[in-house]
């Protein structure tokens, strides 16, 4: 509580507290420092505000508002349109304009020189001229140290402030708690530098009394120099610390210097309060608008006559009741607070523990490492121990064995040697046939390459240390715990679609700190459905082929780890192509069919019929695509249609259930599904003849026509599943595949179909 029994200004306990119009309270000496003149060419109320108040803005009614006006009102009364411009308090509100200083002191409010002191006065002179010139040479203003609004001050000067009576008290009553009387206290005040950085200020060692503030010795070097503008300042010792007040009263016009902090005797019962400007007059009631206790004479002289005004216990039980009510709201937060203070420090503990948990587990798994490297160290010099035995073994080994070869063969040579010096030349002649042979036979021992070492010197072991050395270097804490991957974006650029398949692209987001393991790719079903997993592995670009044609699919992608799956990414909108591109399927044609153009004509090398698919694959909406016949020899019978994966090749398409076509000669057409023939239809192909081929699959029928002409009715009803673009034909006939196109919307009427 000590921290808000204290004055912003000096750091010290309250003394003669004021009430500021912003409900902060101030020091009534600090106050005195911190007021600030305006001059007249500053004013800063704009000039609605400086009109006349009405019937009590009369110069001789502000003069003789109270015993202590004398001098004001004098001045007042000289010069009404001056007097105006010092009365700025208004009846509907607490009688305070605003003014924000230009020049500020380190405590945040500006401080200006007082007026010079007249010839021969004393500094304590000139500081109560200071005083009385806030209302008598120019108008004045005060700034609040706490948050920093600023208040216009009347003809009444710092005296039209309220004195908290209650700050005083409570004042008071906190010295006597803590053993020290209320006079003791005041006496042993020492005035402190109001320029001072430090914490608490350092006390003063000098005032100026032009400037009108108290200066530290080292404040006084650096601010206030004995040279230059401050040359002519006079120094003079700070002033003592208040002494105690008299218990007698004082006169409402005493208004000038410092008080002491109670406002009454240690030891005297505190005075019951009355009105600052009506003696002997009691508060009685609560002036709601104005905020501020008012005696009788005050109600009956008219200035609170349009305002609320209450009895003065009515209203103190109401505030008393507010007040309460507002401290529970903030007792709550504090046992909140209290709780949440100990929960801090159970974490703290909590954290405590688990560091050194944790460092106890770093060691471990460190001297693990250290041990598996050492194991790992001792096996790899087992083997380079064991390699180089082997090879000591083979040099000594193979240097032993040429060795005795040396010694055989440098021995026979020897003996030869001495044989060839022998005269005797029958005796010669017996041994050197076995000579001859036995020099052929140690010179084949020396073949190519037994002068060559078996083994190399080097060693032939390498041991790849940089991926250990990496990972190491990358050892570090995966800070994994409750962490999932974060949703992966979508690359738009490399997004596409062809035909009817989808590619999308994506990556991780920089600076991830968690890795993906892997990836989820969802794709709906291109109507609005549900969605569904369409891939799942570590790539980050995928392609889903055998879309839906002219259909628009959503798709999006999320990433996963050991700690779990992430996030999905923003949705992307694909729209797949409206008509289908394609071409003959090579890997699906019977191995007769022979492709050309860019796998857009087909032919076939066999007499017999053999069947080809298209690259593309429909289940919905509606196809259509063009042959046209570049060859027709002794009168095939070409057959066009759809067909599953599944269909036979080897034979006539529509002989199984697997196709549904139309095969046609240069004179009529048929029908056929399963092998069974229908709808024998006149009119043939030729060379130039196109044939067209319809699949609605919204109606799920299937239609022919030849150069343009519908041949027959609807060919085929009841059509569901996965279709492909199918041809059967030999080698008669070639045709020519065109797609791309757009469903006719103007077609010649169906031919009659004969018996």
């Given amino acids: 509580m000590e921290e808000e029994l204290k004055c912003p200004v000096c750091g010290s306990l309250f003394r003669e507290p004021i009430i500021l119009p912003c409900s902060h309270n101030v020091c009534l000496p600090c106050a005195r420092t911190i007021a600030v003149q305006t001059p007249d060419g500053e004013q800063h109320l704009p000039p609605p505000l400086l009109l006349p108040r009405g019937p009590d803005s009369d110069p001789a009614a502000s003069g003789g508002a109270g015993a202590s006006g004398g001098a004001v009102g004098g001045a007042a009364a000289s010069g009404g349109d001056h007097a105006d411009k010092l009365s700025l308090h208004s009846e509907t509100d607490s009688g305070y304009g605003s003014y924000t200083p230009s020049l500020k002191s380190p405590n945040g409010v500006r401080v200006l020189p007082t007026v010079p002191a007249p010839p021969g006065s004393s500094a304590a002179a000139a500081r109560g001229a200071a005083c009385s010139s806030l209302a008598a040479c120019s108008s004045s203003s005060i700034t609040c140290p706490q948050c920093h609004r600023s208040a216009s001050l009347d003809h009444r000067g710092l005296r039209g402030f309220q004195r908290n009576r209650l700050l005083e008290a409570i004042v008071q009553r906190f010295q006597q708690g803590r053993g020290a009387a209320p006079g003791a206290s005041a006496a042993t005040m020492v005035a402190v530098c109001q320029l001072c950085d430090r914490t608490p200020p350092e006390p003063a060692a000098a005032l100026c009394e032009q400037c009108d503030v108290l200066y530290c010795a080292s404040c006084q070097l650096k601010c206030h120099p004995s040279r230059g503008p401050f040359a002519k300042h006079r120094l003079v010792q700070p ?158 080994d193979q240097i032993n064995h040429c060795t005795l070869k040396l010694r055989q063969s440098t021995g026979l040579m020897e003996y030869c040697l001495e044989v060839i010096k022998e005269n005797d030349p029958s005796g010669f002649l017996q041994i050197s046939d076995a000579l001859i042979k036995r020099v052929q036979v140690s010179q084949e021992q020396w073949v190519k390459g037994a002068l060559e070492p078996k083994v190399s010197a080097e060693f032939d072991l390498t041991l790849d240390s940089e991926p250990l050395l990496q990972a190491i270097h990358q050892l570090d804490f995966l800070q994994m715990k409750c962490r999932v991957p974060p949703a992966p974006l979508l690359q738009l650029e490399k997004c596409c679609t062809r035909n009817n398949s989808v590619t999308l692209a994506w990556r991780t987001p920089p600076f991830t700190p968690s ?64 008509v289908a591109w394609f071409t003959f399927d090579p890997n699906s044609g019977h191995r007769d069919i022979i492709l050309s153009n860019d796998n857009q004509t087909a032919t076939c090398s066999s007499y017999d019929d053999r069947v080809v698919l298209g690259t593309a694959a429909f289940s919905k909406g509606v196809h259509y695509w063009e042959l046209h016949v570049d060859r027709y020899d002794n009168h095939p019978d070409p057959a066009f249609g759809v067909a599953r994966a599944s269909v036979a090749k080897d034979m006539m398409l529509g002989k199984d259930d697997k196709a549904w076509a139309m095969y046609v000669d240069n004179n009529r057409s048929w029908f056929m599904h399963c092998n069974s023939h229908t709808n024998r239809t006149e009119g043939g192909v030729c060379k130039g003849a196109t044939v067209g081929v319809l699949l609605d699959l919204n109606k799920h029928i299937l239609t022919f026509f030849i150069n343009g002409q519908q041949q027959g009715p609807t060919a085929f009803s009841h059509v569901d599943g996965v279709f492909m673009p199918a041809l059967s034909l030999n080698r008669n006939v070639q045709v020519t595949l065109h797609t791309g196109l757009e469903v006719p919307t103007s077609l010649g009427r169906p031919k009659l179909t004969g018996n």
Avoid at 294 to 312: F, I, M, N, S, W
Avoid at 530 to 545: A, H, P, S
């Fill in 515 to 578: 890795p993906a393991d892997g990836y989820v790719l969802e794709l709906d079903d291109g109507d609005g459905g549900q969605f569904r997993e369409v891939y799942v592995g570590k790539e980050t670009l995928c392609t889903i082929d055998g879309l839906h044609f002219n259909s628009t699919y959503n798709a999006r992608v999320k990433a996963f780890n050991s700690s779990g799956v992430g996030p999905y990414s923003k949705t992307v909108v694909l729209q797949t192509s409206d």
């Fill in 239 to 396: 002033p003592p610390p208040p002494a105690p007040p008299e218990p007698a009263p004082v006169a409402p016009g005493a208004g000038g210097g410092c008080k002491s902090p109670g406002g009454a005797g240690g030891g005297a019962a505190r005075k019951f309060p009355t009105c600052p400007e009506h003696d002997l007059e009691n508060y009685s009631m609560y002036c709601v608008s104005c905020r501020s206790p008012v005696c009788y004479v005050c109600l009956e002289d008219g200035r609170h006559a349009q305002h609320e005004v209450k009895p003065l216990g009515a209203a103190w039980k109401q505030h008393k009741a507010q007040l309460s009510q507002a401290l529970n709201g903030v007792s709550d937060k504090a046992k909140e607070a209290k709780e949440f203070l100990v929960q801090l420090k159970n974490i703290l503990q909590q954290i405590q523990e688990n560091g050194l948990d944790y460092e106890a587990c770093l060691v471990a798994q460190c001297d693990a490492l250290v041990d598996a490297l050492t194991r790992q160290k001792a096996k790899l010099l087992t083997k380079v121990t064991k390699e180089r035995e082997h090879k000591l073994k083979m040099v000594w």
